[in-house]
């Protein structure tokens, strides 16, 4: 698809669904997803292990994080903590024919990730959570929308 100049748009990870994976741990990818992929990317996916989810990086996105953390990594001596994080908990996992990614038990584990999962856009990269930790720490409070608010009047978005 292409826009009235001729040249493809852009496309990002955008939206949020309930997925569940199946007895050998894969995830279907939405189908919204898997369109960024193809249309942008390949269909290689950079996992890493992030706080209390999994963060799922196209392999272009994940090798521009990798060069920044590196530069990064030489001016700041803690950011070797966060490389060793990181880069030693990534897996490369790719989509296989039914559009599903493997997540190795060792990831799942980490994240407490079970099999109700949700998989939410975070722009250039989508986030995996299981759906009860998701519950518990992404549910705005009134307050988090006043915060919300402040942000976005800072940002000039309102």
């Known amino acids: ?55 799922a990086y196209p392999l272009p996105q994940w090798e521009e994080l990798e060069t920044t953390l590196r530069a990064e990594g030489k001016t700041q001596p803690q ?7 990181l880069v030693g908990g990534v897996v490369d996992c790719p989509l296989d024919k039914q559009g599903r990614v493997l997540l190795p038990p060792g990831l799942r584990a980490g994240c407490d990730i079970a099999k109700d999962v949700v998989v939410s856009g975070m722009i250039t990269y989508f986030e995996i959570w299981d759906h009860s930790i998701w519950e518990q720490e992404n549910r705005p409070a009134e307050e988090d929308f006043q915060a919300f608010e402040q942000i976005m009047i800072q940002s000039g978005l309102m």
């Open 1 to 55: 698809m292409t826009d009235a100049m001729g040249t493809s748009p852009v496309s990002h990870f955008r939206g949020r669904s309930e997925h569940a994976l199946d007895i050998k741990g894969r995830l279907n990818i939405p189908t919204r997803f898997r369109e960024v992929l193809r249309r942008q990317y390949d269909e290689r996916l950079m996992v890493a292990p992030w706080n209390n989810c999994l963060r």
């Open 79 to 85: 950011m070797i903590k966060l490389l060793r994080f």
